[in-house]
């Protein structure tokens, strides 16, 4: 692939858009190819957590840009068509990174304005650097944000302010990305991968389908009534039983053992 690169450290694989010469702006190539990496994660049942970020510039700054949006470039002769076949595009490949059944951290460094703000948003947890930058700057080019910005940033960070980013087109800093919980932390720009590595094994350490399940109880429950959510985590609350995890973990936990008991355990869908 020539704009993502996919490496896999156990059970944590490492998905990098690497796109250097437009700050990993996204173009149709970029998406086809993130798409296929999915494909591939998908199909490998020793992977447990994915973390998702940005390859370095031309000049080797690995803190310049996460993705600094979608490709302009690409975008500016689109049809009326072909703009909503791109932006559908986009909110294809989103919302699978979305569904995934595995967690996926993001691990922001630098820019991350338009699509990549949106590509952020569709992960499960965020982490930046302290010189992270986001925004959805599309209104000042003429386009509403393309790729799930108008529906996810209001669920992030609530209604009012996804406005405010959206009609203004205003960048924000990290740490105001921290404090209206647009990201869960923020780390110096040399710590932040090690710090996603750090919680991508923790995750991994625990049971996979007992993750999985709470993974799809949150995200199906979300925009259920909670009388409808409460069934759903019912359901999957009962199919981690009688599971190799679920006797693995309670066994070694009655043997009073509780450094055993966060061994990691061979997956095992049954």
Known sequence: MNNVT???EGAIAVLTITRPAALNALNSETLDE???SLTEIESNADI???ILTGGPDKKGNAFKSFVAGADIGEMSTLTKAEGEAFGKKGNDVFRRIETLPVPVICAINGFALGGGCEIAMS?????CSDNAVFGQPEVGLGITPGFGGTQRLARVVGVGKAKEMIYSARNIKADEAYRIGLVNNVYPAEELMPAAKKLASIIAANAPIAVRACKKAINDGLDAKMD???VIEEKLFGSCFETEDQKAGMGNFLEKDPEKKLKVVPFQNK
Not at 123 to 127: G, P, V
């Open 6 to 8: 996919l490496e896999i």
């Open 123 to 127: 992960c499960d947890i965020r982490i």
């Open 228 to 230: 409808d959510a409460i």
């Open 34 to 36: 993130i798409n296929a």
């Open 48 to 50: 447990r957590v994915v």
